[in-house]
């Protein structure tokens, strides 16, 4: 008969394989008296995101934030594999979430230089409806002016008409 584990031991033993232990699973399984295949099966598990259910998956790394993020960037930009290895072992992280953040970093200082020449053109189309508006802003304003001064210039008219005529 299989041996049921805690889910609190089945998720403390999956965090000494994560970093910054980074245990063996021959490691766990002579620290913690599991059978080999079921730290592999556990890990398999955690690795597949099957079951997200009984096994939380634990964030890759702690949170960080985006100057974090870049200063673990440049600490790292000059390291070979092998050093890359053991500065992620000892502060917690995996090689791939540095190459994440690289990718993230250059994709968003290119969007950043596409929106400004984006920014540049709305701004450019913007100048001009303003001035186009502005014209007709004006215009409108010396035809109301003009409707103006006709109806006080008909309204004296008539009245000058009915004082005649009643003369």
């Known amino acids: 008969m299989a ?41 398999t598990q ?16 702690p949170p960080r934030s985006a100057s974090q993020k870049l200063t673990v ?3 790292t930009s000059q390291l070979n594999e092998q050093d890359l290895s053991e500065y992620c072992r000892k502060n917690g992280l995996f090689t791939s979430d540095i190459d ?10 290119k969007n950043q230089s596409t ?13 001009t409806d303003n001035k186009s ?6 215009r409108k304003e010396k035809a109301l002016v003009e409707a103006a001064a006709l109806l006080v210039l008909r309204k004296k008219w008539d009245a000058l008409w009915e004082e005649s005529e009643d003369e």
């Open 73 to 75: 960037i440049i600490e």
């Open 100 to 109: 994440n953040w690289k990718a993230d970093f250059v994709k968003s200082s």
């Open 3 to 43: 041996t049921q584990y805690p889910k609190e031991r089945k998720d403390a033993v999956i965090n000494k394989m994560l970093p910054p232990q980074s245990m063996t699973v021959p490691e766990l399984a002579q620290l913690e008296n599991i059978p080999l295949s079921t730290l592999y099966t556990w890990r």
């Open 133 to 138: 508006l502005k014209k007709e802003l004006h």
């Open 115 to 127: 929106n400004n020449k984006e920014d540049k053109a709305q701004l450019k189309q913007l100048r």
């Open 46 to 61: 955690y690795l597949n995101h099957q079951s997200q259910e009984t096994i939380p998956m634990a964030s890759s790394s």
